[in-house]
């Protein structure tokens, strides 16, 4: 069975850093084809694709809002993909959800309509990001 656990979330004011962390059991880190990323949905608002990182090759990518600003990194060692966020915006709350699945097309969507119900085939129970103006 595979499980993501994250961890990281909080409150911070705009301008301001955090680091989001992603513990991932029964998934396979050292496949080719082993993915994992971040999407987040604010309330009221659609569940959006962050950035994704090739676990074997290192290869990322980044939506456009938060390209500079947030870096996706993993730990091959620990099974652990983390996303660390810097510059935060107003406009970056939301619940942040890890997700993982065996090739790129189930990271596809870059906009769902709700987090875990479509997409990559395993997600994280989210975390929370506030940042305050």
């Known amino acids: 069975e595979v499980q993501l656990v994250e961890s990281g979330g909080g409150s911070v004011e705009a301008g301001g850093s955090l680091r989001l962390s992603c513990t991932a059991s029964?998934?396979?880190?050292?496949?080719?084809?082993?993915?994992m990323g971040w999407y987040r949905q604010a309330p009221g608002k659609s569940c959006d694709l962050v950035s994704t990182?090739?676990?074997?090759?290192?290869?990322?990518t980044y939506s456009d809002p938060v390209k500079g600003r947030f870096t996706i990194s993993e730990d091959y060692a620990k099974n652990t993909v983390y996303l660390q966020m810097n510059n935060l915006k107003p406009d970056d709350t939301a619940v942040y959800y890890c997700?993982?699945?065996?090739?790129?097309?189930?990271?596809?969507?870059?906009?769902?309509?709700?987090?875990?119900?479509?997409?990559?085939?395993?997600w994280g129970q989210g975390t929370g990001v506030s940042v305050s103006s």
């Open positions: 990182i090739n676990i074997r090759r290192g290869t990322t």
């Open positions: 997700a993982a699945a065996y090739g790129d097309h189930l990271f596809g969507a870059t906009r769902l309509t709700s987090c875990t119900l479509a997409g990559p085939k395993y």
């Open positions: 029964g998934f396979g880190f050292g496949f080719e084809d082993s993915y």
